[in-house]
C-alpha cells in the first residue's frame, strides 16, 4: 500500500484490529489498538499492492455489545497521507471504494471492446471474460488464473462488469435445446467465454471514462489506453499478425508486447511475444527487442516488414512479420524502430535534428553521401587544432570531447551519446579548424560526410547551407541567449557549452517525459508548443499547467540533481524542436563558466513562489521575489535522511520544492508533506525554538531553505513587512517588534494600551522613532535646520521626559537626566532618544504584552494577518516543526511573554 495511514477513532469504545497475510500469519506491525478519541499513524511499508489480505476488526470490550468484523481486501495503492475513522472501517464502504478504484484502473487496459455477432445477435460494446484474464496473468496484473478471476468477481459485484451472457448457452436457449437444471446461468465472474460489458452509468466508470483514450488497433477492435500512464501503452500494443515460416508459409499468431524492469540494471526489458490465439497462456516463442539490429518494410503493399536481430541474440537472425493492413504494420513499425539498435542512412539523419530543416527529398539525396565508420574504443576521431574536413553523425556506442589545458595535454570534458551530430561547422565554414579534441570512449559506429560530397549535395540543394546554418548555428545562439542564467557567455564558453547541447524531434502528441520519470535533461524549447499537464493517479484527471512554446525553458531541476522524478507529463501540442542538456555536463560546465547554481535555478524558485500558496508569502512584495529568491540555499537530500531532530534548536524554514517528507513525534509518524508544502517556519521569528518533531525524507528530495539569519536581513529596510510576517507565522507567540511595526498592530496596541490608561509609552516610542528618522536627513552644520531639530527635541522632551511633564514617560533617572542635559546644551541629534526608545520597548513587552495577547484587540490583529492561531488544532504546531501545542493555557502564556526580554537595539535601530 505504502504511505502514510491515519486512523482515528471517532467512537465511544476501544478500537481493535489486526491484519492476516494469504498464508494465515497475522502481520505484528498491524495489531493495533485505539481508544476513543486517539489517532493511531503507520507508514506501511509491508501490504504488497494487488495482493489480498484479511482484515479483522472489534469495537467495544464487552463480549455481548461488541461489534465484530471481517473484509477481504485487496491492497490498493497509496501515495500520500490515508485518513481513515473507524466507523468508516465498520461500514466497509470506503475502504471497498478505494479497492475497487483501484482495481478497476489495473482491469481496465485489458478490456478489448468490440461489436460481438453471435448465432445472429449482436452484442455491443462488449468483451469475453477469458480474454480479460488472460491478459491480466501474461501481463502480470494478476499472479495466476485465480487471482485474476477474484479481481474481476470484485468489480462484477460492484456492476462495474456488467453480465451480458452465455453465448453457448444462449444458442441452446434459441434452438429450444437448452436444459436449466443441466446447465444453470450464473451471473458469477468465470474465467469462461462469458461476454460482459461495462457498467458505463457507474459513477467510478462515469469519472473515469472521459479521461481515458479508446486505442484503435485493427479492425473494429478498441482498447483502452491511460493517457498518462506509459506503461498501458504497451500493454495495448498486441494483436494479430502473420509470422513467416522457414518453407515461405505464413502462420496466424496472436502477438503481444511484454515488458518489466530488470532488478539489477532498472532498464525496460521487452519482448514481443507469440501466442496460438488471445487466450492462450503459455506463448508460442518470442522475439527479445532488446536485440533488435533494424526493421523495414518489405513488401510494396506496406503490410509485410522485417525484423532483423543481432548476432549476439539466441534465437532466430531475422523475422518476418505481415499485418492485416498497411495502417496496422506502420503502428507495429513505428513501436518496434524504438528498439532498432542499427539505423539505415535516412533513419540516422531522420532521428536528427535535420528532419526539421531538410525536405524529403534532401533527406534521401543526403543520406546517399553518407559513408560508415567504425572507430575503436581508444582512438581519435577528431584532433584539435586540425582542419574540419567531415561532419559525423554517432549511431552506436559513445564519444569523448577534450579540450585543452595549459599545460597543452587533453582534459576530458563531455560524453556524447547517439544520436549526435559534430563536425558542422564544416557545413559553413569549409576552413574551419576544430576547437576540441574527439575520441571514442567505446567501439562506435558513425556515419561521415566529406567537404567534397557536401560540395556534391549542394550543387543539387543550393538552398540548403542557408537552412542549416539558420538551424544550428543562429538557432542555438539565439535559444541560448532567452535563458536568462546563460546570457553573457563569453565566446570560449559558448563553443564549449554548444557542444553539449543536443537537438530533439518531438512529433505532435508525442510524450516527451512522464510525471515520476527520472530526469536527467535541461531543455530550451527551439520552435513548437507543448503542453505541461499533471495526472490524478486516484481520478485519473488530468490537469493542464499550461502551455510553453518558443524560447520556453524547463528541466532546471536536472542540471543540479539528476534522475530526481519528473513533476510534470510534457507533451507535443505540434512538432517541435528541443535543446537538451545533460546534467553531468552541466555540472562540469557550471565549474568552467563560474555560475552559481543559485542563479540556475533562480526563475524555477519564483515560479515556485507564485504557485504555491504559502500564506505569509503575501506580505512579501512580488517585485522582491527574485531577490528573495537569491536568500535562499537550496538543500539535495536522499531518501531517509533527517533534516532535522525533536528537541533541537530551530534556526531555518524550509519549503519543499520536490519530494516528500515525514513528521514524526516521539518516533510515531504523524503526516507527511509534499511539494509546495512549507514547514519550520516558526524557528525564523521565535526566539530560542526547539524542535517538537523529527523531519526525514521520504523519497529523493529538495529543499528550499533560508536560516534566521539571512531572513532577517532580507527584511532588514522592510520593518513592517517582516512584522506582518512575523504576526501570520508566530500568533501569540509574537515579539513586541512584529506588533509595533506592523501598521494595524501599532494601532490596535495603541487601543488597548488607552483601555489601560498606558498609551503615552507608546505614543512616546512613535514619536521618538518619527523624530530619529526626520533628523537623520537634517545636517546639523546647516543653521536652519539645527534650529529646526532643536525645537523638535524640546517638544519631545517637554512633552515626555520632564519630571513635571503630564505624559512623562517611565525611564530610568538617569536616562532622563541624559536626554535632559543633551537637548538643553543644543546638542541634540537623531540618536538623542535611541537609547529611551529601547528601555520604554523593554517595559511595554514587560508588562503589557501578554494580556495584550488575550484581548478583543490582538484577536481582530490576527484576523487582519490571517494569524495561524485563528486555525490552530491540536497538532497544527506540530504539523508546521514548530515549538508545540498551541493550546496551553493563558497563564502559562502570560509567563513565558513576561520573562521574554527584548534588546533594545533591534527595535531602535529600526
Given at each position: 500500500m505504502g504511505g502514510l495511514i491515519s486512523i482515528q477513532n471517532d467512537t465511544k469504545e476501544t478500537f481493535q484490529g489486526d491484519?492476516?497475510?494469504?498464508?494465515?500469519?497475522?502481520?505484528?506491525?498491524?495489531?493495533?489498538?485505539?481508544?476513543?478519541?486517539?489517532?493511531?499513524?503507520?507508514?506501511?511499508k509491508t501490504l504488497r499492492v494487488g495482493d489480498q489480505y484479511r482484515l479483522r476488526m472489534m469495537l467495544g470490550s464487552d463480549e455481548m455489545d461488541r461489534k465484530e468484523d471481517d473484509q477481504i481486501l485487496f491492497v490498493f495503492k497509496n501515495d500520500g497521507t490515508l485518513k481513515l475513522?473507524?466507523?468508516?472501517?465498520?461500514?466497509?464502504?470506503k475502504l471497498r471504494n478505494l479497492e475497487v478504484e483501484h482495481l478497476f484502473e489495473q482491469i481496465l487496459p485489458g478490456i478489448r471492446i468490440e461489436d460481438t455477432v453471435f448465432h445472429g445477435k449482436k452484442y455491443e460494446k462488449s468483451f469475453f471474460a477469458k480474454e480479460l484474464v488472460t491478459y491480466l496473468v501474461v501481463h502480470g496484473v494478476a499472479q495466476d488464473v485465480d487471482d485474476a478471476v477474484e479481481k474481476c468477481r470484485v468489480l462484477a459485484e460492484a456492476n462495474i462488469l456488467v453480465f451480458l451472457c452465455d453465448p453457448m448457452i444462449q444458442m441452446l436457449i434459441d434452438c429450444d435445446m437448452y436444459d436449466a437444471k443441466r446447465n444453470p446461468v450464473s451471473n458469477e465472474f468465470q474465467n469462461k467465454s462469458l461476454l460482459y460489458r461495462l457498467g458505463e452509468t457507474h459513477p467510478i466508470v462515469k469519472d473515469r471514462f472521459k479521461n481515458f483514450a479508446m486505442d484503435e488497433f485493427g479492425s473494429k477492435v478498441l482498447r483502452f489506453k491511460s493517457k498518462q500512464n506509459r506503461l498501458l501503452s504497451y500493454r495495448g500494443l498486441e494483436g494479430w499478425l502473420e509470422k513467416k515460416k522457414r518453407l515461405g508459409f505464413w502462420q496466424r499468431r496472436y502477438f503481444r508486447v511484454l515488458s518489466h524492469n530488470d532488478e539489477e540494471t532498472g532498464r525496460l526489458l521487452a519482448q514481443l511475444a507469440y501466442f496460438d490465439n488471445n487466450i492462450s497462456l503459455e506463448p508460442k516463442g518470442w522475439i527479445n527487442l532488446n536485440f533488435v539490429q533494424h526493421v523495414d518494410l518489405v513488401d510494396k503493399k506496406k503490410r509485410s516488414f522485417a525484423v532483423k536481430m543481432l548476432r549476439t541474440n539466441d534465437g532466430k537472425s531475422n523475422y518476418v512479420l505481415r499485418?492485416?493492413?498497411?495502417?496496422?504494420?506502420?503502428?507495429?513499425?513505428?513501436?518496434?524502430?524504438?528498439?532498432?539498435?542499427?539505423?539505415?542512412?535516412?533513419?540516422?539523419?531522420?532521428?536528427?535534428?535535420?528532419?526539421?530543416?531538410?525536405s524529403d527529398a534532401q533527406i534521401h539525396d543526403f543520406a546517399k553521401y553518407l559513408k560508415p565508420k567504425i572507430v575503436k574504443k581508444g582512438k581519435w576521431i577528431i584532433k584539435r587544432g586540425s582542419v574540419i574536413d567531415h561532419c559525423y553523425f554517432l549511431e552506436i556506442g559513445k564519444v569523448g570531447i577534450y579540450t585543452g589545458n595549459l599545460d597543452g595535454k587533453e582534459k576530458h570534458y563531455w560524453d556524447m551519446e547517439p544520436i549526435s551530430f559534430f563536425g558542422e561547422n564544416m557545413i559553413f565554414d569549409t576552413e574551419s579548424v576544430n576547437g576540441v579534441s574527439i575520441k571514442a570512449e567505446e567501439d562506435c559506429e558513425l556515419r561521415k560526410l566529406s567537404t567534397k560530397d557536401w560540395k556534391m549535395f549542394l550543387t543539387e540543394h543550393s538552398s540548403a547551407r542557408?537552412?542549416?546554418?539558420?538551424?544550428?548555428?543562429?538557432?542555438?545562439?539565439?535559444?541560448?541567449?532567452?535563458?536568462?542564467?546563460?546570457?553573457?557567455?563569453?565566446p570560449t564558453e559558448l563553443e564549449i557549452l554548444r557542444l553539449g547541447l543536443h537537438y530533439e524531434v518531438l512529433e505532435e502528441g508525442k510524450v516527451l517525459f512522464y510525471e515520476g520519470d527520472p530526469g536527467d535533461?535541461?531543455?530550451?524549447?527551439?520552435?513548437?508548443?507543448?503542453?505541461?499537464?499533471?495526472?490524478?493517479?486516484?481520478?485519473?484527471?488530468?490537469?493542464?499547467?499550461?502551455?510553453?512554446?518558443?524560447?520556453?525553458v524547463f528541466g532546471e531541476i536536472s542540471l543540479m540533481l539528476p534522475n530526481v522524478p519528473r513533476t510534470a507529463t510534457i507533451i507535443a501540442q505540434k512538432r517541435s524542436i528541443l535543446i537538451s542538456l545533460k546534467g553531468k555536463f552541466f555540472k562540469d560546465f557550471v565549474k568552467i563558466a563560474g555560475l552559481d547554481i543559485r542563479t540556475v535555478m533562480r526563475e524555477s524558485i519564483v515560479n515556485t513562489f507564485h504557485q504555491y500558496k504559502i500564506p505569509f508569502f503575501d506580505a512579501i512584495p512580488r517585485d522582491t521575489y527574485r531577490q528573495f529568491a537569491e536568500a535562499l540555499r537550496i538543500e539535495c537530500h536522499e531518501a531517509d535522511q533527517v533534516i532535522f531532530k525533536e528537541g533541537e534548536e530551530g534556526d531555518k524554514f524550509y519549503i519543499i520544492y520536490l519530494g516528500e517528507i515525514s513528521v514524526s513525534v516521539g518516533g510515531r509518524p504523524l503526516v507527511r508533506l509534499g511539494e509546495g508544502q512549507y514547514f519550520g517556519e516558526i524557528a525564523i521569528v521565535v526566539e530560542d525554538l526547539l524542535r517538537t518533531a523529527t523531519v526525514r525524507t521520504t523519497k529523493r528530495t529538495v529543499l528550499l531553505s533560508m536560516s534566521k539569519d539571512d531572513f532577517r536581513g532580507f527584511f532588514a529596510e522592510r520593518p513592517e513587512a517582516l512584522a506582518d510576517v512575523e504576526l501570520r507565522i508566530a500568533g501569540r507567540k509574537c515579539q513586541i517588534r512584529s506588533i509595533i511595526y506592523h501598521p494595524k498592530g501599532i494601532e490596535l496596541?495603541?487601543?488597548?494600551?488607552?483601555?489601560?490608561?498606558?498609551?503615552?509609552?507608546?505614543?512616546?516610542?512613535?514619536?521618538?522613532?518619527?523624530?530619529?528618522?526626520?533628523?537623520?536627513?537634517?545636517?546639523?552644520?546647516?543653521?536652519?535646520d539645527r534650529k529646526q531639530l532643536d525645537k523638535k527635541a524640546t517638544e519631545l522632551m517637554e512633552k515626555y521626559i520632564r519630571p513635571e511633564s503630564d505624559r512623562q514617560v517611565n525611564i530610568s533617572a538617569s536616562m532622563a537626566k541624559r536626554v535632559i542635559k543633551e537637548v538643553e546644551s543644543g546638542e541634540?541629534?537623531?540618536?538623542?532618544?535611541?537609547?529611551?526608545?529601547?528601555?520604554?520597548?523593554?517595559?511595554?513587552?514587560?508588562?503589557?504584552?501578554g494580556p495584550f495577547k488575550f484581548s478583543p484587540e490582538f484577536e481582530k490583529l490576527m484576523e487582519v494577518v490571517g494569524g495561524y492561531n485563528l486555525i490552530?488544532?491540536?497538532?497544527?504546531?506540530?504539523?508546521?516543526g514548530g515549538s508545540g501545542d498551541w493550546t496551553k493555557d493563558r497563564e502559562q502564556l502570560n509567563k513565558e511573554n513576561a520573562e521574554r526580554k527584548i534588546e533594545s537595539a533591534k527595535h531602535a535601530k529600526q
Amino acid at each position: 500500500m505504502g504511505g502514510l495511514i491515519s486512523i482515528q477513532n471517532d467512537t465511544k469504545e476501544t478500537f481493535q484490529g489486526d491484519i492476516i497475510d494469504v498464508e494465515g500469519e497475522v502481520l505484528e506491525e498491524w495489531e493495533i489498538s485505539i481508544k476513543p478519541g486517539d489517532t493511531y499513524s503507520i507508514e506501511d511499508k509491508t501490504l504488497r499492492v494487488g495482493d489480498q489480505y484479511r482484515l479483522r476488526m472489534m469495537l467495544g470490550s464487552d463480549e455481548m455489545d461488541r461489534k465484530e468484523d471481517d473484509q477481504i481486501l485487496f491492497v490498493f495503492k497509496n501515495d500520500g497521507t490515508l485518513k481513515l475513522k473507524v466507523t468508516e472501517l465498520m461500514e466497509q464502504q470506503k475502504l471497498r471504494n478505494l479497492e475497487v478504484e483501484h482495481l478497476f484502473e489495473q482491469i481496465l487496459p485489458g478490456i478489448r471492446i468490440e461489436d460481438t455477432v453471435f448465432h445472429g445477435k449482436k452484442y455491443e460494446k462488449s468483451f469475453f471474460a477469458k480474454e480479460l484474464v488472460t491478459y491480466l496473468v501474461v501481463h502480470g496484473v494478476a499472479q495466476d488464473v485465480d487471482d485474476a478471476v477474484e479481481k474481476c468477481r470484485v468489480l462484477a459485484e460492484a456492476n462495474i462488469l456488467v453480465f451480458l451472457c452465455d453465448p453457448m448457452i444462449q444458442m441452446l436457449i434459441d434452438c429450444d435445446m437448452y436444459d436449466a437444471k443441466r446447465n444453470p446461468v450464473s451471473n458469477e465472474f468465470q474465467n469462461k467465454s462469458l461476454l460482459y460489458r461495462l457498467g458505463e452509468t457507474h459513477p467510478i466508470v462515469k469519472d473515469r471514462f472521459k479521461n481515458f483514450a479508446m486505442d484503435e488497433f485493427g479492425s473494429k477492435v478498441l482498447r483502452f489506453k491511460s493517457k498518462q500512464n506509459r506503461l498501458l501503452s504497451y500493454r495495448g500494443l498486441e494483436g494479430w499478425l502473420e509470422k513467416k515460416k522457414r518453407l515461405g508459409f505464413w502462420q496466424r499468431r496472436y502477438f503481444r508486447v511484454l515488458s518489466h524492469n530488470d532488478e539489477e540494471t532498472g532498464r525496460l526489458l521487452a519482448q514481443l511475444a507469440y501466442f496460438d490465439n488471445n487466450i492462450s497462456l503459455e506463448p508460442k516463442g518470442w522475439i527479445n527487442l532488446n536485440f533488435v539490429q533494424h526493421v523495414d518494410l518489405v513488401d510494396k503493399k506496406k503490410r509485410s516488414f522485417a525484423v532483423k536481430m543481432l548476432r549476439t541474440n539466441d534465437g532466430k537472425s531475422n523475422y518476418v512479420l505481415r499485418a492485416v493492413t498497411p495502417e496496422v504494420a506502420s503502428h507495429w513499425l513505428s513501436f518496434l524502430r524504438l528498439f532498432s539498435k542499427v539505423l539505415s542512412p535516412v533513419d540516422t539523419i531522420q532521428r536528427s535534428v535535420l528532419v526539421c530543416t531538410l525536405s524529403d527529398a534532401q533527406i534521401h539525396d543526403f543520406a546517399k553521401y553518407l559513408k560508415p565508420k567504425i572507430v575503436k574504443k581508444g582512438k581519435w576521431i577528431i584532433k584539435r587544432g586540425s582542419v574540419i574536413d567531415h561532419c559525423y553523425f554517432l549511431e552506436i556506442g559513445k564519444v569523448g570531447i577534450y579540450t585543452g589545458n595549459l599545460d597543452g595535454k587533453e582534459k576530458h570534458y563531455w560524453d556524447m551519446e547517439p544520436i549526435s551530430f559534430f563536425g558542422e561547422n564544416m557545413i559553413f565554414d569549409t576552413e574551419s579548424v576544430n576547437g576540441v579534441s574527439i575520441k571514442a570512449e567505446e567501439d562506435c559506429e558513425l556515419r561521415k560526410l566529406s567537404t567534397k560530397d557536401w560540395k556534391m549535395f549542394l550543387t543539387e540543394h543550393s538552398s540548403a547551407r542557408g537552412q542549416l546554418r539558420n538551424m544550428l548555428e543562429f538557432g542555438i545562439n539565439r535559444a541560448i541567449e532567452l535563458v536568462p542564467f546563460l546570457k553573457g557567455l563569453k565566446p570560449t564558453e559558448l563553443e564549449i557549452l554548444r557542444l553539449g547541447l543536443h537537438y530533439e524531434v518531438l512529433e505532435e502528441g508525442k510524450v516527451l517525459f512522464y510525471e515520476g520519470d527520472p530526469g536527467d535533461k535541461f531543455y530550451i524549447v527551439h520552435s513548437g508548443s507543448l503542453k505541461i499537464a499533471r495526472h490524478n493517479p486516484r481520478t485519473e484527471e488530468e490537469t493542464v499547467l499550461g502551455e510553453c512554446g518558443k524560447g520556453a525553458v524547463f528541466g532546471e531541476i536536472s542540471l543540479m540533481l539528476p534522475n530526481v522524478p519528473r513533476t510534470a507529463t510534457i507533451i507535443a501540442q505540434k512538432r517541435s524542436i528541443l535543446i537538451s542538456l545533460k546534467g553531468k555536463f552541466f555540472k562540469d560546465f557550471v565549474k568552467i563558466a563560474g555560475l552559481d547554481i543559485r542563479t540556475v535555478m533562480r526563475e524555477s524558485i519564483v515560479n515556485t513562489f507564485h504557485q504555491y500558496k504559502i500564506p505569509f508569502f503575501d506580505a512579501i512584495p512580488r517585485d522582491t521575489y527574485r531577490q528573495f529568491a537569491e536568500a535562499l540555499r537550496i538543500e539535495c537530500h536522499e531518501a531517509d535522511q533527517v533534516i532535522f531532530k525533536e528537541g533541537e534548536e530551530g534556526d531555518k524554514f524550509y519549503i519543499i520544492y520536490l519530494g516528500e517528507i515525514s513528521v514524526s513525534v516521539g518516533g510515531r509518524p504523524l503526516v507527511r508533506l509534499g511539494e509546495g508544502q512549507y514547514f519550520g517556519e516558526i524557528a525564523i521569528v521565535v526566539e530560542d525554538l526547539l524542535r517538537t518533531a523529527t523531519v526525514r525524507t521520504t523519497k529523493r528530495t529538495v529543499l528550499l531553505s533560508m536560516s534566521k539569519d539571512d531572513f532577517r536581513g532580507f527584511f532588514a529596510e522592510r520593518p513592517e513587512a517582516l512584522a506582518d510576517v512575523e504576526l501570520r507565522i508566530a500568533g501569540r507567540k509574537c515579539q513586541i517588534r512584529s506588533i509595533i511595526y506592523h501598521p494595524k498592530g501599532i494601532e490596535l496596541f495603541t487601543s488597548y494600551l488607552k483601555s489601560q490608561y498606558a498609551e503615552e509609552s507608546i505614543e512616546f516610542w512613535h514619536e521618538a522613532r518619527a523624530f530619529r528618522k526626520w533628523a537623520k536627513a537634517k545636517n546639523i552644520n546647516d543653521k536652519f535646520d539645527r534650529k529646526q531639530l532643536d525645537k523638535k527635541a524640546t517638544e519631545l522632551m517637554e512633552k515626555y521626559i520632564r519630571p513635571e511633564s503630564d505624559r512623562q514617560v517611565n525611564i530610568s533617572a538617569s536616562m532622563a537626566k541624559r536626554v535632559i542635559k543633551e537637548v538643553e546644551s543644543g546638542e541634540a541629534s537623531a540618536s538623542t532618544f535611541l537609547e529611551s526608545e529601547g528601555e520604554i520597548i523593554t517595559l511595554i513587552s514587560r508588562d503589557k504584552l501578554g494580556p495584550f495577547k488575550f484581548s478583543p484587540e490582538f484577536e481582530k490583529l490576527m484576523e487582519v494577518v490571517g494569524g495561524y492561531n485563528l486555525i490552530s488544532t491540536k497538532h497544527a504546531k506540530r504539523l508546521r516543526g514548530g515549538s508545540g501545542d498551541w493550546t496551553k493555557d493563558r497563564e502559562q502564556l502570560n509567563k513565558e511573554n513576561a520573562e521574554r526580554k527584548i534588546e533594545s537595539a533591534k527595535h531602535a535601530k529600526q
